[in-house]
């Protein structure tokens, strides 16, 4: 595996994490109040994440991609079940990108994007109450008959 | 910024494309050179791949037996079961494993672990928890084993290990 490739990766994952930073701060605002400190706590877990690409980026010598000031959601979010899919689907995303990290990278990198996505496939079906078969596999989502994710 | 694309948008058309000619009933790892990865193509790396696929497809099998065990004994857990039951069934098959409809999986035609009649605990709760526990136990090793494999076959044990996981929480946590 070649560095660059897996430069690139780890940026995509951390371009996601910041995206789901700003999301899950969206959905903390909205949520309702039983499901608050789940929402701040996957809050914390995406923003440990994000600092561990930081810190694997400059480790490798690339200059982390920065959070943008503002990002456009999928969807609306004016209430509590809106949050709720909104955090799903910031956890779809970014079990994208970890499963791409895996291929890209090797030996405790790997390691740490394979947790990485197993903790975002757990949640997404927290928030969703259903499973996909192949949490991070655009490629094999189509097929999926459980996928609830919205079509952004 | 806009918010970066779903993962299922094709942000990467080549890749994707790639990706979606070899998705098939199974996904041939190493030999259509998805992953253009030079070490992939080596002889070795290929039986490395042909062995951890097949191992792959006995375990999802065997996890298929213990699904079909616990439905057997309780019934009433059949319409819970069944989502994702059928997901274990279309992990064996990307992993090139044979599910005869209706019936236990069976990887190879040696297929050791698929026997229903193993004991299934007497209340249903504590079957779920057995269910859960080895849906739990699998996905730890696979994240294990997908160290030693090509960043393809990687890619999709870290899927499926993830998707375990999920149905570990499903099966426990989630119970209703």
């Known amino acids: 595996m070649s560095d660059k490739k897996e430069l690139k990766a780890l940026q995509a994952a951390l371009a996601a994490e910041h995206a789901a930073v700003y999301g899950y701060g969206v959905v903390g605002g909205r949520i309702h109040e039983g499901r608050r400190t789940e929402a701040r706590s996957a809050y914390d877990a995406h923003r440990a994440r994000r600092d561990a690409l930081v810190r694997e980026v400059r480790d490798l010598g690339g200059k982390p991609v920065a959070a943008s000031a503002a990002y456009a959601l999928p969807f609306p979010v004016p209430d509590s079940a809106a949050a709720v899919r909104l955090a799903a689907e910031l956890e779809d995303r970014v079990a994208g990108v970890y499963s791409d990290l895996v291929r890209a990278t090797g030996g405790e990198r790997r390691r740490a994007a394979a947790e990485a996505l197993r903790e975002a496939a757990v949640r997404a079906v927290r928030w969703n109450g259903e499973s996909v078969a192949f949490p991070g596999l655009a490629e094999r989502a189509a097929t999926a008959s459980a996928s609830q994710a919205p079509t952004a | ?176």
């Open chain 2, 1 to 176: 910024m806009p918010y970066p694309p779903p993962p299922r948008t094709p942000s990467g058309p080549r890749r994707r494309s790639l990706l979606a000619s070899a998705a098939g009933a199974a996904l041939l790892m190493g030999c259509s050179g998805g992953s253009g990865e030079s070490e992939e193509s080596t002889g070795g790396s290929m039986s490395v791949t042909h062995k951890a696929r097949a191992r792959a497809a006995r375990d999802s099998a065997g996890l298929l037996g213990r699904y079909d065990a616990v439905i057997t004994a309780h019934p009433a857990v059949a319409e819970r079961l069944g989502p994702l039951r059928a997901e274990v069934v279309r992990h064996t098959e990307a992993f090139g494993g044979t599910v005869t409809k209706g019936s236990t999986g069976t990887a190879s035609p040696s297929a050791p672990e698929a026997s229903p009649s193993a004991s299934v605990p007497a209340t249903e709760k504590d079957a779920l928890a057995e269910l859960a526990a080895a849906e739990r136990a699998l996905a730890d090793r696979r994240t294990t084993a997908l160290l030693d494999v090509p960043g393809e076959l990687a890619r999709v044990l870290a899927s499926v290990a993830a998707a375990g996981a999920a149905h570990a929480y499903l099966l426990t946590e989630g119970a209703k």
